[in-house]
């Protein structure tokens, strides 16, 4: 049988793009083989998953990060979207150094978490209370047990590819086992209880309305699932609103990636819809662990010890150890005061773009038939891989299904990520990715640069 040294170091074709990776990049190659000894698969996030290896992390600066063999790439990974300020910013890393100094847990109540909370309430429309965690994937777990409590309900409304996190409720339809049978592990009691609807298909929530009678609430990706990649059509949030509320159910928008990015107040108040619970992560902590759940004030007291009771409930119970710690309430206020104050969406937005624009005109100058798209900051590339007659100029996702826009060749999508790396440029497996207000102009030129040379790559691996 072959080590796992081998298995790292046999070629995984003949592909000169993997051969050339390979030979950028042998510190991270003997870092992946002696991780693969520790870790599943060798990692600690599923996304992060790249064949052969992913790169090794240095240290990262703005819009740059700087492999274990020195290699510089435009960043554009974000720290899976967290990152809209870019790495470092001096004012979110001042802050975190002041907390750290303080302490990082005293086991109480601080006056950072009372002021951060507030500075939610106050950007994100349907913020009446909020209660913290230290991840999304706590956020939409509890927001689903707030629902479940207040309505006396048990069923949830999911979408086909939309990303909720991990946990039970949220393991089917996301990747896999989209007739919402159980994932491994999960019973299938909780399988049985979410509904799973196609994406954008307001036809299937109102039929489900029609069937079950015990549907608590509905959740979704604001922006579509997978930050945009299947985007909804115009006008289907608003029917989705107006869905649940002629069916007293509850909305749940997971803004776990677009809240304050896609505008300061997020998905809810770019589109002028407000759900009644909304979950938080990543730009809310300002890049470093945390979450939260915010919502309506009723519904929230579900989880306060005087108000329950007065409601009629029983409390719901919530620990985390790390809530709302000092150092994350530290960085996520003065990322949060940052977007609040300045045009830091505006300005990711106007530089996604700009970049959206250009890579655009790569493609069509080069006679690939590929689209690019997306709202806001974010970067999605259609790889078109059932080979449909394209326009890059014109192209339109909603012309797409669901799963033509969420199909990801594998191989094809691996190599694109590496000749990027080899290029000096890192996108996300999309592939995309999400644009900071650290990248300048000259970054969207050098990416420009590199997408086409990535594309030349794989014209000669004959993968285009």
């Not at 505008?263 to 662990?289: C, E, F, H, M, R």
Request: charged share 20%; proline share 5%; net charge negative.
């Amino acid at each position: 049988m072959a080590s796992t040294a081998d298995a790292i170091a046999q070629p995984l074709s003949n592909s000169t793009i993997v051969a050339a990776y390979r030979e950028k990049t042998p510190t991270s190659q003997q870092l992946a083989t002696e991780a693969r000894d520790v870790f599943p698969s060798g990692l600690t996030h599923d996304s992060r998953h790249l064949s052969p290896y992913g790169i090794y992390v240095d240290h990262a600066k703005g819009s740059r990060k700087w492999d274990v063999d020195g290699n510089e790439y435009i960043d554009y990974f974000g720290g899976h979207g967290s990152l809209i300020l870019g790495h470092g910013h001096p004012e979110v890393r001042a802050a975190a150094h002041r907390a750290l100094d303080g302490g990082t847990h005293f086991g109480t109540g601080h006056e950072s978490e009372i002021r951060w909370a507030q500075l939610i309430t106050r950007l994100v429309p349907s913020a009446e209370l909020v209660r913290f965690t230290s991840s999304g994937t706590e956020a939409t777990h509890m927001a689903l047990r707030v629902a479940r409590a207040f309505t006396g309900r048990r069923r949830i409304i999911r979408f086909m590819g939309h990303f909720h996190g991990w946990h039970d409720h949220m393991a089917s339809g996301f990747s896999s086992h989209f007739d919402g049978s159980p994932t491994p592990g999960v019973l299938s009691e909780v399988a049985e209880a979410v509904t799973l609807c196609p994406p954008g298909n307001i036809y299937a929530v109102s039929k489900a309305f029609e069937t079950y009678s015990d549907i608590a609430a509905v959740i979704l990706e604001p922006l579509g699932s997978q930050t945009g990649q299947v985007p909804h059509p115009p006008g289907f949030l608003a029917e989705l609103r107006a869905l649940t509320e002629a069916n007293d159910a509850l909305l749940i928008f997971d803004e776990v990636v677009t809240g304050f990015r896609v505008s300061p107040g997020g998905a809810q108040a770019l589109y002028g819809v407000t759900p009644d619970l909304t979950t938080l992560a990543k730009i809310v902590s300002g890049g470093v662990p945390g979450g939260a759940i915010t919502g309506r004030r009723d519904l929230l007291e579900l989880l306060d010890f005087e108000k329950a009771a007065a409601h009629g409930k029983t409390k719901i119970g919530h620990q985390g150890t790390y809530n709302a710690n000092p150092l994350t309430a530290a960085a996520g206020l003065a990322a949060l005061t940052l977007i609040a104050e300045t045009d830091v969406c505006e300005t990711a937005s106007r530089s996604a773009s700009a970049l959206r624009k250009a890579l655009r005109d790569v493609i069509t100058e080069d006679g690939v038939p590929w689209g690019v798209y997306g709202e806001s900051s974010v970067i999605h590339i259609f790889t078109n891989p059932n080979g449909r007659s394209i326009d890059p100029s014109s192209f339109d996702p909603l012309e797409c299904q669901f799963e033509e826009l969420a199909l990801k060749p594998k191989e094809l999508t691996h190599k694109l990520r590496l000749a990027l790396l080899i290029n000096g440029v890192d996108f996300t497996g999309w592939p995309g990715g999400t644009v900071s207000i650290a990248h300048t102009n000259d970054d969207i030129a050098e990416t420009v640069e590199a997408f086409a040379g990535a594309l030349r790559m794989l014209r000669q691996d004959g993968e285009i």
